[in-house]
């Protein structure tokens, strides 16, 4: 027998972004069209062909987590416990008289521990070659230890696991924690994703892939998706966190209901390892499938936060479905990438961009496409890619794409809740 399935509802956000701290400072920032990029800190730059990348700014995990905890976190990790400690904490969800039995976290990273696997192959290489290794090596590294952390942490002894799919991490943590919940296997889960990769092995790869701009000269307007001179993506780092319930849960302990989650496509463009399909053909799919799962129209979607990371093929590619999915109804839409802001943060994209997404339907304002330039004659004219300024307009419901290397798409469509 099919039972119906549950509505699913948003409860709670955290974020920690490279133009924000927290949700209130990262929304401020999207709605300013703050550029978070600058030349490196984290380590000597000079040699690499790009010497920028969006970093977090002012990051101090002491200000959060306690020392012994810091000692046994990969940044991404120290990352992932902040966001969600906001959202959590948002939603009321550390609650002693929930069923923790019941709540769970789908974690995402695209990478991992990065950090952790240099500074422990850096110190072995130094060394003598006598295996000395700390003995949190393994555990800092491993992609899924964020959720593990999480859970131990609050004591959500539910469904428990990390995805990776490259850049659409996050997108897919998040349909499968709507999957889960709307076949009722929870009432909730914790969900998002953290990226910490701004290191010589980040920066070294993605250059030599020639997927990063190098305009060092103005590393704050180097992330242009849309524009004629667009050169590559900017590498960020950071996270986001978003709490998912069913919605007679989160009604039933008067939790506060921002929007809900209402559809998610999954395809493959089955193409290439990292160009998109020139004719957007896996998009064009995820989008239909999404919007199938969402019972909507493509007229009923009024803002898409695109995956848009300023490359030459790919903002082409993703338009170019848009326009054959939405038809005369993509020139009523507002469309922006916010990683012109927030750069590229990989695995914990599709979380912040969520987020972006969630808030616009929030406050009615669409943040904006910043760093355009030069109008590109590939994109027709028509579009509105709100570029620069952010705008004012009702946003009963929107739409988030995110894809990543190896041809994964993956696309969620939120709307206004109501009874």
């Known amino acids: ?17 490279p133009i924000g701290n927290n949700v209130a400072e990262y929304w401020n920032a999207l709605t300013n069209g703050v550029s978070g990029a600058d030349f490196i800190k984290q380590f000597d730059a000079e040699k690499f062909k790009t010497k920028f990348a969006c970093e977090l700014k002012d990051f101090k995990p002491e200000d959060f987590l306690e020392r012994k905890e810091i000692k046994k976190l990969d940044r991404f990790s120290q990352i992932a416990m902040i966001a ?10 550390d609650h002693p008289d929930l069923d923790k039995d019941r709540i769970g976290v789908i974690w995402s990273s695209g990478i991992g521990g990065m950090i952790t696997f240099i500074e422990e192959m850096t110190n072995y290489n130094q060394g003598d070659g006598t295996p000395r290794f700390n003995p949190f090596f393994i555990p800092k590294l491993i992609l899924d230890i964020a959720a593990g952390h999480i859970s131990m942490k609050y004591g959500f002894r539910g469904i428990n696991f990390a995805t990776v799919s490259a850049c659409a991490s996050s997108t897919h943590g998040l349909i499968d924690a709507f999957t889960y919940i709307r076949l009722g296997k929870a009432n909730a889960i914790v969900t998002g994703g953290s990226e910490a990769v701004v290191t010589q092995s980040g920066i070294g790869g993605f250059n030599a892939m020639k997927a990063l701009s190098e305009r060092n000269d103005d590393p704050k307007t180097a992330s242009r998706p849309f524009d004629l001179d667009r050169d590559g993506f900017v590498l960020g780092e950071g996270g986001g966190c978003i709490i998912l319930e069913e919605l007679e849960h989160a009604k039933a302990r008067g939790a506060n209901i921002i929007c809900e989650l209402v ?57 170019t479905a848009i326009e054959k999915v939405f038809g005369e109804h993509s020139y009523n839409l507002n469309i922006s990438s916010t990683k012109s802001m927030t750069g590229h943060l990989l695995g914990a994209a599709g979380a912040i961009e969520a987020i972006a997404t969630i808030l616009s339907i929030k406050n009615n304002v669409v943040p904006p496409t910043i760093n355009h330039f030069t109008d ?29 290397f190896g041809g994964h798409n993956a696309t969620v469509i939120f709307k206004k809740y109501a009874e």
Do not use: C
């Open 263 to 319: 559809g998610g496509g999954m395809t493959a463009d089955a193409y290439h390892l990292t160009a998109p399909h020139p004719e957007g053909l896996g998009v064009i799919n995820v989008m239909n499938l999404a919007l199938e799962d969402a019972q909507l129209k493509p007229s009923d979607i009024d803002y898409i936060n695109v995956h848009g990371t300023s490359t030459p093929l790919g903002d082409i590619a993703e338009i």
């Open 84 to 93: 969600a400690t906001e959202a959590v904490n948002n939603a009321g969800l």
């Open 376 to 404: 590109d004659p590939a994109i027709n004219p028509r579009l509105n890619l709100t570029f620069n300024t952010a705008q004012n307009r009702t946003v009963n419901a929107a739409l988030s794409n995110t894809f990543g």
């Open 1 to 17: 027998m099919n039972l119906p399935l549950k509505r699913v509802v948003v409860t709670g956000l955290g974020a920690l972004t």
